[in-house]
């Protein structure tokens, strides 16, 4: 079967679009002559704008869907492929009329079952990336075990290496860290990214790049303070793919269960991440090669997929109990 048009749907965030890359490039080789497009929340449109598998991106504007569903009825779809598998991915697909539909199954129940009873009724541990081939597996697309991949221009890579250069000239290695998160309970502590830096500084002479979000400023800059002179503070600097640009060029990435994780991952550079309230079965832990997680055994874990405001019982022991020790332990193997 052949097919002349095709929409991706994936609206957000930016882990599980940075996790979609594998699926787009499989259905692009797989199809090499129809015209993907890829439906995308205009909030990460970057993420995709440079990706060559791409021929179009349906920018979506939650506040303001006409615009998207107008756009996808003039289209004249024949394939569909809906990785998101929400109200407003429903919405939009129903507005590619006669078009074959495919999704994957979420594991809802699973999921939920886990989180409020402990009850582990999965059999297999499968990353989300690979389920998301279980919508195109009919086709026999399956994934190249190329991983991830985000796309970059000259102009983020100038502005980076303008901000870098003291530290390729003193020939240190650079260490990313990524202290922040969606939710709070999902963030290790800022005592322990300031020990583990501390300590990297001392041990390996590394110059720590400190990345972040709208919002997380003011966390990534108590922590340059007492980090001190060896650090430089990019949060809320930089857009997503010149913090990709920065990611790449660290010899390591320290990071909480976020997209930047994912980001670093797309940059085939090495992770070690921080899990607390969440665990592998959901899907998002990394790709194995090159990343270590740094995780606790509590028995109230997990207690979200997305995760919370604050730890529900009110002691984050599955982020407290995790020393800047273990962590250091982790780094060795990828900076000795």
């Given at each position: 079967?052949k097919?002349q048009?095709?929409?991706?749907?994936?609206?957000?965030?930016?882990?599980?679009?940075?996790?979609?890359?594998?699926?787009l490039?499989?259905?692009?080789?797989?199809?090499?002559e129809?015209?993907?497009?890829?439906a995308?929340?205009?909030?990460f449109?970057q993420l995709?704008r440079?990706?060559?598998?791409v021929?179009?991106?349906?920018?979506?504007?939650?506040?303001n869907m006409?615009?998207?569903?107008q756009?996808?009825?003039?289209?004249?779809?024949?394939?569909?492929?809906?990785?998101?598998?929400?109200?407003?991915s429903y919405?939009?697909?129903?507005?590619?009329?006669?078009?074959?539909i495919?999704?994957?199954?979420?594991?809802?129940?699973?999921?939920?079952?886990?989180?409020?009873l402990k009850?582990?009724?999965?059999?297999?541990?499968?990353?989300?990336?690979?389920?998301?081939?279980?919508?195109?597996?009919?086709?026999?697309?399956t994934?190249?075990?190329?991983?991830?991949?985000?796309?970059v221009?000259?102009a983020?890579?100038?502005?980076?290496n303008?901000?870098l250069?003291?530290?390729?000239?003193?020939?240190?290695?650079?260490?990313?860290?990524c202290?922040?998160?969606?939710?709070?309970?999902?963030?290790?502590?800022?005592?322990g990214?300031?020990?583990?830096s501390?300590?990297l500084?001392?041990?390996?002479?590394?110059?720590i790049a400190?990345?972040?979000?709208?919002?997380e400023?003011?966390?990534?800059?108590?922590?340059?303070a007492?980090?001190?002179?060896?650090?430089?503070?990019?949060?809320?600097?930089?857009?997503?793919?010149?913090?990709?640009?920065?990611?790449?060029?660290?010899?390591?990435?320290?990071?909480?269960?976020?997209?930047?994780?994912?980001?670093?991952?797309?940059?085939?550079t090495?992770?070690?991440?921080?899990?607390g309230?969440t665990?592998?079965?959901?899907g998002?832990?990394p790709?194995e090669?090159?990343?270590?997680?740094?995780?606790?055994?509590?028995?109230?874990?997990p207690?979200?997929?997305?995760?919370?405001?604050?730890?529900?019982?009110?002691?984050?022991?599955?982020?407290?109990?995790?020393s800047?020790n273990q962590?250091y332990?982790?780094?060795?193997?990828?900076?000795?």
């Amino acid at each position: 079967m052949k097919f002349q048009k095709i929409l991706i749907i994936r609206l957000s965030s930016i882990g599980d679009i940075v996790l979609s890359t594998p699926l787009l490039r499989a259905v692009r080789n797989k199809f090499p002559e129809a015209s993907i497009h890829f439906a995308v929340k205009k909030e990460f449109v970057q993420l995709l704008r440079y990706n060559p598998h791409v021929d179009e991106l349906i920018v979506v504007d939650s506040a303001n869907m006409s615009t998207s569903l107008q756009q996808i009825r003039k289209e004249n779809y024949d394939w569909v492929i809906d990785i998101h598998q929400s109200s407003r991915s429903y919405q939009l697909r129903s507005a590619a009329k006669n078009a074959l539909i495919t999704s994957y199954p979420k594991n809802r129940l699973k999921r939920s079952l886990l989180i409020r009873l402990k009850w582990n009724l999965y059999k297999t541990i499968e990353p989300v990336y690979q389920r998301y081939f279980k919508a195109v597996e009919k086709f026999n697309i399956t994934d190249d075990g190329k991983g991830t991949e985000v796309f970059v221009s000259d102009a983020e890579e100038k502005k980076i290496n303008d901000i870098l250069l003291p530290t390729h000239v003193n020939n240190r290695p650079l260490v990313a860290i990524c202290p922040g998160a969606k939710f709070a309970n999902k963030r290790w502590t800022k005592e322990g990214f300031i020990e583990i830096s501390q300590k990297l500084q001392q041990t390996h002479g590394a110059c720590i790049a400190i990345l972040g979000g709208p919002g997380e400023e003011g966390l990534c800059e108590e922590i340059k303070a007492s980090i001190g002179a060896d650090a430089i503070n990019l949060a809320g600097k930089l857009s997503l793919l010149e913090s990709a640009v920065v990611l790449k060029r660290s010899k390591l990435v320290l990071v909480n269960d976020s997209g930047m994780l994912h980001l670093a991952q797309s940059q085939k550079t090495p992770v070690v991440a921080i899990f607390g309230p969440t665990v592998k079965e959901f899907g998002f832990f990394p790709l194995e090669n090159k990343s270590t997680v740094i995780e606790t055994t509590i028995s109230c874990r997990p207690c979200t997929k997305m995760g919370l405001d604050k730890c529900p019982k009110g002691h984050h022991k599955c982020m407290v109990d995790i020393s800047a020790n273990q962590v250091y332990q982790a780094t060795e193997e990828y900076l000795k």
